[in-house]
C-alpha cells in the first residue's frame, strides 16, 4: 500500500496566532543605514576603528552595477522599497514551513505506509547531515544554526525525523490537492513544463531535463504549486511592526 491523503483540511481555515503574523524589527531607517554602511565596508580601502562606521559613497554604489541605482540616495530608496518585501517573503515561508503545513498535515487525514514515511524521515536527516558536510560545519554546529542551541542531540534528530515524515505526506497532499482541481502530474504535462521552464529561464530542454528530472518533477513541482498558493494567501496577512509603532491610548470617556 503506498501512502494517499483520504481527507485534506482547508489550509485557509487554521487559525494563525495574531503574534505570528507580527514581524517586528527596528525601524525602516536604522535596517537600510547598516546595510549601507555593509556595502560601504565592503568597498572600503581603508581600515578603520571598530566603533567608526564606514561611509557609503556613489562612487561605491556605481561599483555594484545594480539597473537604475548610481547615487546613495537611490540605493536607500531601492533598499526601503525592496526590504519590507524581502523580510514578508522570509517571514511567510518561515510561517509556511514551521506552522501552516505541520497544521494542515495535521489535520489531513492519510492512509500511511509506515515504510515509507520512515524511510523519508531517514532520508530528511541524512540529507541534512550531507548539507552540512558540504557547508564545513559538524552536525551540531549546523543544527544550532538552524534550531538554536537549546536541542540536544536527540532532541534534534528527532525534530529532523519528524519534519521529514511532515514534508513526505505534505508532497503526497499537495499533489492530491491539485489533482482534485483537475491537474495532471504524467510524461505528457512533463514535457510541456520542460518546455514551458526552457522557454522562461532562456536555456535548453536538455538543461531544464537535468536540473528537474521527471521523478523529481513528479514528487517536488506539486508541492512548490501549492506552496505558491498558499504564499499568496498568507503574505498579505504579515503585518511589519517597527519600533517606532506605538499602540494608541484608549480614550474612551470613563
Given at each position: 500500500m ?39 565596508r565592503?568597498?572600503s ?17 556605481k561599483?555594484?552595477?545594480i ?8 540605493y ?7 526590504l ?6 522570509e517571514h511567510t ?10 497544521q ?10 509506515d ?14 547531515e ?26 534534534i534528530?528527532?525534530?529532523l525525523f ?25 510524461l ?11 522557454k ?5 530542454e536538455e ?10 518533477y ?19 496577512k ?17
Amino acid at each position: 500500500m503506498q501512502t494517499r491523503v483520504t481527507f485534506i483540511y482547508d489550509y485557509k481555515n487554521i487559525d494563525i496566532p495574531e503574534a505570528y503574523l507580527e514581524l517586528k524589527i527596528p525601524d525602516m531607517e536604522t535596517i537600510v543605514n547598516l546595510q549601507c554602511e555593509a556595502l560601504a565596508r565592503k568597498h572600503s580601502k581603508i581600515q578603520l576603528p571598530e566603533d567608526q562606521p564606514h561611509v557609503l559613497t556613489d562612487e561605491m554604489v556605481k561599483a555594484e552595477d545594480i539597473p537604475g541605482v548610481e547615487t546613495v540616495e537611490d540605493y536607500k530608496n531601492a533598499l526601503s522599497y525592496e526590504l519590507p518585501i524581502t523580510l514578508v517573503s522570509e517571514h511567510t515561508h518561515m510561517l509556511l514551513m514551521n506552522y501552516l503545513i505541520p497544521q494542515l498535515v495535521q489535520r489531513s487525514t492519510f492512509e500511511i505506509n509506515d515504510e515509507e514515511a520512515t524511510q523519508a524521515g531517514k532520508d530528511y536527516f541524512a540529507s541534512f547531515e550531507e548539507s552540512a558536510k558540504k557547508q564545513g560545519l559538524s552536525f551540531q554546529e549546523a543544527a544550532h544554526l538552524r534550531f538554536g542551541p537549546n536541542l540536544d542531540d536527540g532532541e534534534i534528530r528527532q525534530h529532523l525525523f519528524l519534519l521529514g515524515r511532515t514534508h513526505f505526506m505534505y508532497r503526497i497532499l499537495a499533489g492530491e490537492y491539485l489533482r482534485r482541481q483537475g491537474a495532471t502530474f504524467d510524461l505528457a504535462s512533463y514535457s510541456s513544463y520542460v518546455k514551458d521552464m526552457a522557454k522562461m529561464s532562456d536555456t535548453t530542454e536538455e538543461n531544464v531535463r537535468e536540473l528537474v528530472p521527471l521523478h523529481v518533477y513528479m514528487d517536488e513541482v506539486p508541492a512548490l504549486i501549492m506552496l505558491d498558493e498558499m504564499t499568496a494567501w498568507l503574505a498579505p496577512k504579515v503585518a511589519i511592526k517597527t519600533d517606532d509603532d506605538v499602540e494608541e491610548p484608549d480614550q474612551t470617556d470613563e
